[in-house]
């Protein structure tokens, strides 16, 4: 009887000692560099938004963080990564709109859903902009709502993708004027750097796209904006009318978004440690500084608003895939 009790003893100890060990392990972290993912390639609005917050997060995490872009399948293959990583806090996502609200949104068969995630802190807001190559016949957005409603399949645009803000924004502005569905041709590549590309090389005669990849070429005159899905004219484009002003405020859903996050079930001590940096990141001013520069809007929110914002964005956009008639069936 007496060993047995010394062995439940002993085993209490020991499990005690474990539990305190783990414990001591998670209050330090961060202890190596942490991996974060993009889920588009190189140069579009995901990457730009991963390397500003890379830039200044190693200042409040203690650690480098380190930019991986894992593009394709329209941001599916890094989501899928990310929700079979391990939940230790050393691989994050730069989750997008794309990647985690629409294309759930649309498509059921997905390996992974919208709230697989654990949503850890919401970054930015990037306004949508339609934009043409300045030498285009194209000048106005009712230049461009004419010509795909009496010359339908005429045009083509570039897109990161199926699913991507950068197609249902234009779907969502085909429905809007009560063209064809099919009134102008989706031309995807793997990031909306390469779709830009692609639009300042001539190869497709328009695109919508959050701002940040195209914000220079606007202003340095290789681009000509059309229309923006802010409330108001934005300070560093004034001469680009809002989509509101031109009569379709429906189109202020089309708004970009970045956040952060982890696979699911990330431990409390990581997500703590996060929210605390972050509380440090939004008032950095070279993070706001790149911020303004690319067009975004800084809002940062906690874990709670974070997944309420998200849980919003991804019922809108079901109903509207529902409206549109692109879901997957």
Known sequence: MKERKLSLVIALVLALSMFALQTQAWAKYPTKPIELYTPYGPGGESDLAARSLASVAHSYIGQPVMVVNKGGAGG????????????DGYVLLLARIGSNAILPALNPKLPYKYDD???????????????????????SLKDLAETLKNKPGTLNYSTSGPGTILNMGVQLFIDLIGAKKDAATMIP??????????????????????????MSHIQGGRLRALAVTTEERLKDLPDVPTFKELGYPDMGIA?????????????????????KAMEGIKKDKTWLSLGRRLGSIPRVLPPAETK??????YQMYKKLGQKLDLIVK
Not at 256 to 274: N, Q, T
């Open 76 to 87: 599916a293959i890094a989501c899928s990564f990310l929700k079979n990583a391990r939940p």
């Open 117 to 139: 995630f654990s949503m850890m802190a919401l970054l930015e807001i990037n306004p949508y902009v339609v934009v043409v190559q300045t030498d285009s016949p194209i000048k």
């Open 189 to 214: 590549y793997k990031s909306g750097g390469e779709a830009a590309a692609s639009l300042l090389g001539g190869h497709v005669q328009f695109m919508g796209i959050n701002i940040t990849p195209v």
């Open 255 to 275: 708004l970009g978004w970045s956040a952060l996050f982890g696979p699911p079930k990330l431990p409390p001590e990581v997500m703590d440690a996060w929210t």
């Open 308 to 313: 309420s914002f998200v849980d919003k964005q």
